[in-house]
Every structure is written in structure tokens, then in C-alpha cells.
T-cell receptor
Framework: SAVISQKPSRDICQRGTSLTIQCQVD?????MFWYRQQPGQSLTLIAT?????????ESGFVIDKFPISRPNLTFSTLTVSNMSPEDSSIYLC???????????FGPGTRLTVT | KQEVTQIPAALSVPEGENLVLNCSFT??????LQWFRQDPGKGLTSLLL?????REQTSGRLNASLDKSSGRSTLYIAASQPGDSATYLC??????????????FGKGTSLLVTP
């Protein structure tokens, strides 16, 4: 398995500001992902973080709102830009094993936008 | 679009009972299915992974089965304990042109095991 850490674990932010969430993995992984879990909803994939190139976004998510960086095989950041109360969610970083496709998740970042 | 449904949404059982959580999915062309556990304020813990060619997987008191043709999976928990209290999530991996094999999640079953 992989050990994944996220910073911050939680934050309360004001409308219109931006927050950058960091994800660190204890080993090199090819595939890293960012998910969102809105209250009472299932997890939704935001994007795949690609090392050395632009992230691949799912339908409904755009780079201007959720810019993602992945400078190496163990680290990625997700920024939630120009936040509104609708962005209040848990944001989770995830990695996937190349051999079995089993996925592992970080502890999540609980974001509240006021 | 893959739809994943979990039944029941919530379940309360006394300690020691055996229980079954259900997961159904609409598109049978899955790559694998994974069961997770989510504790309040924490991330997801992977419990079991079943490849599409497999019928079941076991880990300790947990047994997960997969019937791909009918679009169903069950998670069986034997001799439940209060420490099993958590939300259990089912996710299926489906080939996605954007992200390769993306995970599609159900909303989960919230389990409470009372002493």
C-alpha cells in the first residue's frame, strides 16, 4: 500500500479566495488523482494529475477553477480558486498501483467556504 | 454513464451479527471493484479489491463477492464488532477516455454496530 498525506487537513475560507491543497506520497506512483466529496454525495473524480504535463479534467471541472500541479512522482497540489460556498467539500488525493489498479486515498482536506 | 447504488443507506445491528452490504452497478464492463471503509474525519481505507475475472475475495472477517453479469457485489461482514462502525463505499473501475480506469463510487452504507 501507499502512505498518503495531505495538507491542510481542514480549513475555513472566505468567499472569493483560493486555497492550495498539498498531497505527498511515500513512494513514486504513476497515477495520482483528485476527488471531491460533497456533503451527502458520493466521491467524484475532479482530474488526473499528470507528471510533467497538464492535468486531465473530468466533465464539469475546469483548469481555471481547479488548477493542478504535479512536479514529480510523489507530490501534487490542487488549488480551489475563487471559492464559493458550493465548493465546501472534502477534497481527497488518491494514487493507483500500476500492477493491480488498486487505489489508495489520503485523509482528505475538509474545506468550508463562508 | 456508470451508476453505482448501495443498499441499505444505513444499517444498525447488535454486536456479533453477520451482515451483508449490497452494491449494484449499471455497466457490467468493469475492470475491477473495490470496497472501502470511511471513518468520520478520515480518508478511505481500501478493504478488498476484486478483479473483473474473479468471483470473490476474502480478508479476515470480510468477504466480497462479484457477479459482473448481473451488476452486483456484496460485502459480507462476519461477527460484527463496534469497531466496524463506519461508512462502507463500493467503487467500480471503468475504462474512461480521460483518466484511464476511473473509479465510480456509490453513496455508501453507514453501519453502526452497537455493543
Amino acid at each position: 500500500s501507499a502512505v498518503i498525506s495531505q495538507k491542510p487537513s481542514r480549513d475555513i475560507c472566505q468567499r472569493g479566495t483560493s486555497l492550495t491543497i498539498q498531497c505527498q506520497v511515500d513512494s513514486q506512483v504513476t497515477m495520482m488523482f483528485w476527488y471531491r466529496q460533497q456533503p451527502g454525495q458520493s466521491l467524484t473524480l475532479i482530474a488526473t494529475a499528470n507528471q510533467g504535463s497538464e492535468a486531465t479534467y473530468e466533465s464539469g471541472f475546469v483548469i481555471d477553477k481547479f488548477p493542478i500541479s504535479r512536479p514529480n512522482l510523489t507530490f501534487s497540489t490542487l488549488t480551489v480558486s475563487n471559492m464559493s460556498p458550493e465548493d465546501s467539500s472534502i477534497y481527497l488525493c488518491s494514487v493507483r498501483r500500476a500492477d493491480s489498479y488498486e487505489q489508495y486515498f489520503g485523509p482528505g482536506t475538509r474545506l468550508t467556504v463562508t | 454513464k456508470q451508476e453505482v447504488t448501495q443498499i441499505p443507506a444505513a444499517l444498525s445491528v447488535p454486536e456479533g451479527e453477520n451482515l451483508v452490504l449490497n452494491c449494484s452497478f449499471t455497466d457490467s464492463a468493469i475492470y475491477n471493484l473495490q470496497w472501502f471503509r470511511q471513518d468520520p474525519g478520515k480518508g478511505l481505507t481500501s478493504l478488498l479489491l476484486i478483479q473483473s475475472s474473479q468471483r470473490e475475495q476474502t480478508s479476515g472477517r470480510l468477504n466480497a463477492s462479484l457477479d459482473k453479469s448481473s451488476g452486483r457485489s456484496t460485502l459480507y461482514i462476519a461477527a460484527s464488532q463496534p469497531g466496524d462502525s463506519a461508512t462502507y463505499l463500493c467503487a467500480v473501475s471503468l475504462l474512461n477516455s480521460n483518466s484511464g480506469y476511473a473509479l465510480n463510487f456509490g453513496k455508501g452504507t453507514s453501519l453502526l454496530v452497537t455493543p
